[in-house]
């Protein structure tokens, strides 16, 4: 289902290049969560990219040591 990618990349998209550029680079993931979430979405489709996205989102707090985090790779990918 493409539509439901494209829509839920859409604001993702939209906040990496109007708001992201504003505020100084404190993401202690790599890649960022914003770029994890885009290609969750791409390669797992719009539910498990958007549970994957918004788990990873949750560790971002203080208390997590952060580091390489890798979206899993797909079906096809293993």
Same mark, same amino acid.
């Given at each position: 289902?493409?539509? $439901?990618?494209?829509?839920?990349? =859409?604001?993702?998209?939209? &906040?990496?290049?109007?708001?992201?550029?504003? #505020?100084?680079?404190?993401?202690?993931?790599?890649?960022?969560?914003?770029?994890?979430?885009?290609? $969750?979405?791409?390669?797992?489709? =719009?539910?498990?990219?958007? &549970?994957?996205?918004?788990?990873?989102?949750? #560790?971002?707090?203080?208390?997590?040591?952060?580091?390489?985090?890798?979206?899993?790779?797909?079906?096809?990918?293993?």
């Amino acid at each position: 289902m493409r539509v $439901a990618r494209t829509t839920l990349q =859409a604001p993702i998209r939209f &906040y990496r290049k109007f708001i992201s550029p504003l #505020k100084p680079p404190t993401c202690r993931f790599y890649p960022t969560c914003s770029a994890y979430a885009l290609e $969750a979405i791409e390669v797992h489709g =719009a539910a498990k990219g958007a &549970y994957l996205a918004a788990r990873r989102i949750s #560790k971002c707090h203080p208390f997590h040591p952060g580091g390489f985090d890798p979206v899993p790779p797909g079906k096809d990918q293993e």
